[in-house]
């Protein structure tokens, strides 16, 4: 006799694992062995107990005896925005009996993926990786020069993502223009969505006033 529990809501984001059991328990008239093996549709990791192992066979169980079972499943991590949130997967379990394999028993759960809101940001001069600002060597500029920055936002999640971006700068007098695509703001925040595993380039302009002095 075998009945999952915990499969209420199952489920995990990209790279983690959905958690239930399966409960085995002898209804037979002597010590018996099983075999338990778990499958998903699409072959994700199924570990069983303590291994990392989609098949196992448990220690025999006493007449009556009742044993559950851990069962995990992983939600493979994001590729592109794969899986989305919200996809479901089928797991079938199977346990058998050592001493007579034509005693089995077959079942089922459904692992739903949760949404994953990572994203990433990285800002660019002319193509090169900024890294820490508080680590960026200082960019030298002339009075009336146009000088542009590049942040670029990568959604690594499986939803789509709504962003508002805002910059400023120090010197008050400097303008601060951002552009996304045909879409130019200055001095305003630019709202920009990006779908599950694409990403998106903002250029941050701004004009060195000519009353700039050396050193700001």
Known sequence: FTVVAGTDNLGAEPGDFAIFSLSIRNTGNGPTQYTVSCETENHWISFLGSSQSPVLTIEPLARLQFLPLPIKIKVPNNVVGQPLAGFTELVTCT????????????????????????FITDLYDGGVALGAMALAAPRTVLNDEVVSTE?????????????????????????????????EVIGEDLTISIPAGGSKSIFINTIVPLSATMGV
């Open 95 to 118: 346990t058998e009996s050592v001493n007579d394999p034509t005693l089995t028993t077959v079942e089922n759960a459904i692992v739903v993926v949760f949404e994953n809101h990572d």
């Open 151 to 183: 942040l670029f936002v990568s959604n690594l999640g499986n939803v789509p993502l709504q962003f508002t971006v805002s910059a400023a700068s120090s010197q008050n007098n400097w303008p601060i223009q951002l552009v996304q695509g045909s879409t």
